[in-house]
T-cell receptor, first 113, second 113 residues
Framework: DGGITQSPKYLFRKEGQNVTLSCEQNLNHDAMYWYRQDPGQGLRLIYY???????QKGDIAEGYSVSREKKESFPLTVTSAQKNPTAFYLC????????????FGQGTRLTVV | GQQLNQSPQSMFIQEGEDVSMNCTSS?????WLWYKQDPGEGPVLLIALYKAGELTSNGRLTAQFGITRKDSFLNISASIPSDVGIYFC?????????????FGQGTILTVHP
């Protein structure tokens, strides 16, 4: 079945460690995105990529890094520079078009202790 | 950046009641999307709207793209317990920001049997 897969579902890390969240899609979508969700808040855009080997900062990119070496994959690294990394992270993908619909993965809940 | 104001923030209703929620923006959007998120899961797309004035239904859900292109409404008729969740609006302005969706803060819906 086509879809977006995020792994792992739950992730625990010690403060000061970098951690990489996986996002893979087999929808043949060109665009992929990472959002952060905190309790009681909407989704805030971290990074997005419209094409392989290119990506753009979103509204809250500080302390995060991404790569887009393959069309299917868009991993997110939460670095030690991110001051408050505990959150629910959502990956999405879409076609690049005026009329666009973004489809989401199941999310990764990161807890930094 | 762009802001979407979604209201109400939360709703507590009885099963069988109708629900209305809306989103407003200071900017014009080319696309409005409505998502539902269950706890611990990624948002699922409910309805997509592409033209100003467009009224679209999906079962008991009806959404409208405002004439000014700065607002959108979602109605749920005859609510049932499985309607519980967080509903998000999202706007997409197109142009050079392809796929850069802006999300509202969400409406938390609770349905009492």
């Amino acid at each position: 079945d086509g879809g977006i897969t995020q792994s792992p579902k739950y992730l625990f890390r010690k403060e000061g460690q970098n951690v990489t969240l996986s996002c893979e899609q087999n929808l043949n979508h060109d665009a992929m995105y990472w959002y952060r969700q905190d309790p009681g808040q909407g989704l805030r855009l971290i990074y997005y990529s419209q094409i392989v080997n290119d990506f753009q900062k979103g509204d809250i990119a500080e302390g995060y890094s991404v790569s887009r070496e393959k069309k299917e994959s868009f991993p997110l690294t939460v670095t030690s520079a991110q001051k408050n990394p505990t959150a629910f992270y959502l990956c999405a993908s879409s076609i690049v078009s005026r009329d666009t619909e973004a489809f989401f993965g199941q999310g990764t809940r990161l807890t930094v202790v | 950046g762009q802001q979407l104001n979604q209201s109400p923030q939360s709703m507590f209703i009885q099963e069988g009641e109708d629900v209305s929620m809306n989103c407003t923006s200071s900017s014009i959007f080319n696309t409005w999307l409505w998502y539902k998120q269950d706890p611990g899961e990624g948002p699922v797309l409910l309805i997509a709207l592409y033209k100003a004035g467009e009224l679209t239904s999906n079962g008991r859900l009806t959404a409208q793209f405002g004439i000014t292109r700065k607002d959108s409404f979602l109605n749920i008729s005859a609510s049932i317990p499985s309607d519980v969740g967080i509903y998000f609006c999202a706007g997409y302005s197109g142009g050079t920001s392809y796929g850069k969706l802006t999300f509202g803060q969400g409406t938390i819906l609770t349905v009492h049997p």
